[in-house]
């Protein structure tokens, strides 16, 4: 079965500091990896997605995440915080069985602050 | 293209009375999921549905039930409904490996 596991429930940075979103994995086939981004009242919006190309992926509004499958991580990170990035992340993982599985398994999700 | 809709938006409900949320997916999309969010439990899957067959589905108990049509419209039930129950439903449909998620149904069960 696959699982994440997202560490601190709540990041606080500065605007302009680096945003830096820890997410590990378990999998026993390669997977499917995403980053969620959630404004209050609203639903989940893509940010970008591993499927076995690239190892480095970049996203929308700057962000971008780095899989490494010997650290079973894909930390999201973003160079400088704006305050508009205010918002709740969620990584999410999905067994790559080809186009027949879009069951999503989330982390509890990371709640970043950014202080001007 | 459009995105997701869901219906309603808001919905209060009491103890014991049964509720049916809708999803739109985008067009040209045949899979619908559908997951519930609570902030204990997080983001839990409850089911997918393909060409009007379900495919997955997650560990709820059967009062929670959904069906598509075949225009991949999808529609949940919740019977008997319990307090805990009280949730912001989220659909999601899915292509090309993505899954793009609508605003959610926030329920209440008062």
């Known amino acids: 079965a696959q699982s994440v596991t997202q560490l601190g429930s709540h990041v606080s940075v500065s605007e302009g500091a680096l945003v830096l979103l820890r997410c590990n994995y378990s999998s026993s086939v390669p997977p499917y990896l995403f980053w969620y981004v959630q404004y209050p009242n609203q639903g989940l919006q893509l940010l970008l997605k591993y499927t076995s190309a690239a190892t480095l992926v970049k996203g929308i509004n700057g962000f971008e995440a780095e899989f490494k499958k010997s650290e079973t991580s894909f930390h999201l990170t973003k160079p400088s915080a704006h305050m508009s990035d205010a918002a709740e992340y969620f990584c999410?993982?999905?067994?790559?069985?080809?186009?027949?599985?879009?069951?999503?398994?989330f982390g509890k999700g990371t709640l970043l602050t950014v202080n001007p | 293209k459009a995105g997701v809709t869901q219906t309603p938006r808001y919905l209060i409900k009491t103890r014991g009375q049964q509720v049916t949320l809708s999803c739109s997916p985008i067009?040209?999309?045949?899979?619908v999921s559908w997951y519930q969010q609570t902030p204990g439990q997080g983001l839990q899957f409850l089911f997918e549905?393909?060409?009007?067959?379900?495919?997955n589905k997650g560990n709820f108990p059967g009062r929670f039930s959904g069906r598509q049509f075949s225009n991949s419209r999808s529609e949940m039930n919740v019977s008997t409904l319990e307090l805990g129950d009280s949730a912001l439903y989220l659909c999601?449909?899915?292509?090309?490996?993505?899954?793009?998620f609508g605003p959610g149904t926030r329920l209440t069960v008062t």
């Open positions: 549905y393909f060409s009007e067959t379900q495919r």
């Open positions: 067009s040209g999309h045949r899979s």
């Open positions: 999410a993982v999905r067994k790559d069985s080809g186009g027949s599985n879009y069951k999503l398994t």
């Open positions: 999601a449909s899915s292509g090309n490996y993505e899954q793009y």
